[in-house]
T-cell receptor
Framework: AQSVTQPDIHITVSEGASLELRCNYS??????LFWYVQSPGQGLQLLLK??????LVQGIKGFEAEFKRSQSSFNLRKPSVHWSDAAEYFC?????????????FGKGTKLSVKP | NAGVTQTPKFQVLKTGQSMTLQCAQD?????MYWYRQDPGMGLRLIYY???????DKGEVPNGYNVSRLNKREFSLRLESAAPSQTSVYFC????????????FGDGTRLSIL
């Protein structure tokens, strides 16, 4: 069965430090990959997406992610974290089977930022 | 530019009561979705509507019904609420197709006593 794994439940980084959030997926073909961010009390906002082509994709708010087929990974990175980046981050996989548009979400990684 | 609007934002119910959560989108999207979010569980799909006039079960449909009222509106109904349905419910919409990002509402926080 298709699945998405975010190994880190909670990460704390210092403001200004670099960030990498991990995402691994289980799927036979190349999936459609997404990262979303959720601020407290809010809905999910799309950060970036990967469908094909260049394996390094740029998103909003200075985030980027790299698709690595050999590792079935789509890790999210940011070179310098800001306090406003504290939120929960979700990786999602789409294009699965016959369920057009349906996404499978990871369980999320909560990011805390130390001043 | 409202996007996806969910009502109500908060609701408290007693076990056995019924409730309809409303969702409307103004982006002319064909597909709409209902998720529930529980701590440590991520988002789980309850029902979806790939296009107007169609609805299908997702991962956790038991205890819920949906209605795609028109292209804009997709409602979720709890016929007899149970404490296990205490959750945050999110509605989302997208252009139809497997590579389209979904746009989310701000959620309905539902507590069932």
């Amino acid at each position: 069965a298709q699945s998405v794994t975010q190994p880190d439940i909670h990460i704390t980084v210092s403001e200004g430090a670099s960030l990498e959030l991990r995402c691994n997926y289980s799927y036979g073909a190349t999936p459609y990959l997404f990262w979303y961010v959720q601020s407290p009390g809010q809905g999910l906002q799309l950060l970036l997406k990967y469908f094909s082509g260049d394996t390094l994709v740029q998103g909003i708010k200075g985030f980027e992610a790299e698709f690595k087929r050999s590792q079935s990974s789509f890790n999210l990175r940011k070179p310098s974290v800001h306090w406003s980046d504290a939120a929960e981050y979700f990786c999602a996989v789409g294009g699965l089977g016959g369920s057009q548009g349906n996404l499978i979400f990871g369980k999320g990684t909560k990011l805390s930022v130390k001043p | 530019n409202a996007g996806v609007t969910q009502t109500p934002k908060f609701q408290v119910l007693k076990t056995g009561q019924s409730m309809t959560l409303q969702c409307a989108q103004d982006m002319n999207h064909n597909s709409m979705y209902w998720y529930r979010q529980d701590p440590g569980m991520g988002l789980r799909l309850i029902y979806y509507s790939a296009s107007e006039g169609t609805t299908d079960k997702g991962e956790v449909p038991n205890g819920y019904n949906v209605s795609r009222l028109n292209k804009r509106e997709f409602s979720l109904r709890l016929e007899s609420a149970a404490p296990s349905q205490t959750s945050v419910y999110f509605c989302a919409s997208s252009v139809q197709g497997p590579n389209q990002p979904q746009h989310f509402g701000d959620g309905t926080r539902l507590s069932i006593l």
